[in-house]
Structures are given as structure tokens and as C-alpha cells.
């Protein structure tokens, strides 16, 4: 089996996944957080289900005989409100996300992949992080 993670692979190693004939070849980006969690888990656990959760899609996608992925390094600072005052935690405003969002799917389809997709695993970003990345955003 191929590499499955983006920042694992050579330029000429992406290029060559990217121009493959036989398979569609995309990318798959890890939504998490760094925000408290409890005393007994890390401050990156939804990252670390986001990046697991894309390479389980990576892996089942590369078995696909017409489609394959690489897992994109992973976007971890998304807001946690709530969560601001606790040691640890990274929260940036919806604003910001969805910024940083559109500028990676925009460098990402520049390249020749065929798809990008999200792969999210932090609550306070889901039903916004598509809008945040097409522009708009919530209060």
C-alpha cells in the first residue's frame, strides 16, 4: 500500500498519484481543535479522531479500484466557545476558520487532485465549517 499521509510523500511521489490514469486521486483534511477536554484527555483528541477518521477514508478509498486519497497535515485551531478560560485551549474565532479554511481548498485545487474533502470531529464546527469556508460565518 501507498503512503497515506500528504506530508509523508516526495513532490515527484504526490505528482504521480495526482496524474494516475486508473484511479481519481484526492485529499482529505482533518478538522480538530486544541481545547480542553477533562482532566483525563489530551487537548488534541478530536484532532486525533479527525486524522484517524481520514485515514480509515484514505485507506478504504485507495482500496477503491476508481478513487484513492492522501490525508492532508491536520487543521487544529478552531473555536471552542466555552472553553477559552481553560488551560490549553486554543480558541480562534469562526472568522479565522473559515479563512484558513479557504485558503488550503483553494492552494489544494490548484494542484491536480480531483476532490478535497473535510473530515470534521470537533462539535462546535459542524453544520459550520462549510459555511465558513465558502465565506460566510456565524456569531
Excluded at 478552531?78 to 472553553?83: D, L, M, R, V
Aim: glycine share 12%; net charge negative; proline share 6%.
Amino acid at each position: 500500500m501507498h503512503k497515506i499521509r500528504l506530508d509523508e510523500l516526495t513532490s515527484a511521489e504526490a505528482a504521480a498519484l495526482a496524474r494516475d490514469t486508473a484511479k481519481k486521486y484526492g485529499l482529505l483534511l482533518p478538522l480538530g481543535c486544541t481545547e480542553q477536554h477533562g482532566p483525563m484527555l489530551p487537548l488534541g483528541c478530536d484532532t486525533t479522531i479527525a486524522r484517524g477518521a481520514a485515514e480509515n477514508l484514505a485507506r478504504a478509498l485507495v482500496a477503491h479500484p476508481r478513487y484513492g486519497a492522501v490525508v492532508m497535515p491536520d487543521f487544529a485551531y478552531t473555536p471552542s466557545p466555552g472553553a477559552e478560560d481553560f488551560a490549553g485551549t486554543v480558541s480562534v474565532g469562526f472568522d479565522w476558520m473559515g479563512q484558513g479554511i479557504r485558503e488550503i481548498l483553494s492552494a489544494a485545487i490548484r494542484t491536480p487532485w480531483t476532490f478535497v474533502g473535510l473530515v470534521n470531529a470537533h462539535g462546535h464546527n459542524h453544520g459550520r465549517v462549510i459555511e465558513a469556508s465558502m465565506g460566510g460565518s456565524q456569531a
